[in-house]
T-cell receptor, first 114, second 116 residues
Framework: GENVEQHPSTLSVQEGDSAVIKCTYS??????FPWYKQELGKRPQLIID?????GEKKDQRIAVTLNKTAKHFSLHITETQPEDSAVYFC?????????????FGDGTTLTVKP | DSGVTQTPKHLITATGQRVTLRCSPR?????VYWYQQSLDQGLQFLIQ???????AKGNILERFSAQQFPDLHSELNLSSLELGDSALYFC???????????????FGPGTRLTVL
């Protein structure tokens, strides 16, 4: 089955700096890669996603890159703010016509120091 | 608010017992996913249902079972509970079963299960 590794497990940055979280996956059939943000005590929420036919996607301060050959994808947050502090999960999804199965990374706890 | 509801919010029970967690998907969503999140752990995919049928299975124990009803709500049944089953259980829903479009999963608030 799919295996997703996420690094680092914790990340501390100064407000205004950039943060990068990296994930690798094992199943070449994975074709959809969402990123979720989970604030303390709350539900995970999708912040950005990328499909396997796209190499990069950007949404304001957040960007995701995908290297299908190397089977890795990364989340980039620029100009970090204290409210970016949360746990971030990457996932690799194998969507076919019948089912979607998500394999999540173990999460990265991001702390942005004011 | 994602539109996904889960009940109960908290559940405290004893080892060996059986509990049922309930999830109502967003209006119009046909897929329901169940996840387990243990303390300081990531999200473990348990099972997916689409329009009443099981579509994908993850690391779900044999003591756990789920179903999706005609009105599309879903229940996760946990039996012979052990201390290690204490966790936050999330339900998520999405519009389709997969394929195109690559649809977003909307998570419910979770049910916190404590097994004593």
């Amino acid at each position: 089955g799919e295996n997703v590794e996420q690094h680092p497990s914790t990340l501390s940055v100064q407000e205004g700096d950039s943060a990068v979280i990296k994930c690798t996956y094992s199943d070449s059939a994975s074709n959809y890669f969402p990123w979720y943000k989970q604030e303390l005590g709350k539900r995970p929420q999708l912040i950005i996603d990328i499909r396997s036919n796209v190499g990069e996607k950007k949404d304001q301060r957040i960007a995701v890159t995908l290297n299908k050959t190397a089977k890795h994808f990364s989340l980039h947050i620029t100009e970090t703010q204290p409210e970016d502090s949360a746990v971030y999960f990457c996932a690799a999804d194998t969507h076919n016509t019948n089912a979607g199965k998500s394999t999540f990374g173990d999460g990265t706890t991001l702390t942005v120091k004011p | 608010d994602s539109g996904v509801t889960q009940t109960p919010k908290h559940l405290i029970t004893a080892t060996g017992q059986r509990v049922t967690l309930r999830c109502s998907p967003r209006s119009g969503d046909l897929s329901v996913y169940w996840y387990q999140q243990s303390l300081d752990q990531g999200l473990q995919f348990l099972i997916q249902y689409y329009n009443g049928e099981e579509r994908a299975k993850g690391n779900i124990l044999e003591r756990f079972s789920a179903q999706q009803f005609p009105d599309l709500h879903s229940e996760l049944n946990l039996s012979s509970l052990e201390l290690g089953d204490s966790a936050l259980y999330f339900c998520a829903s999405s519009r389709t079963s997969g394929g195109a479009p690559y649809n977003e999963q909307f998570f419910g608030p979770g049910t916190r299960l404590t097994v004593l």
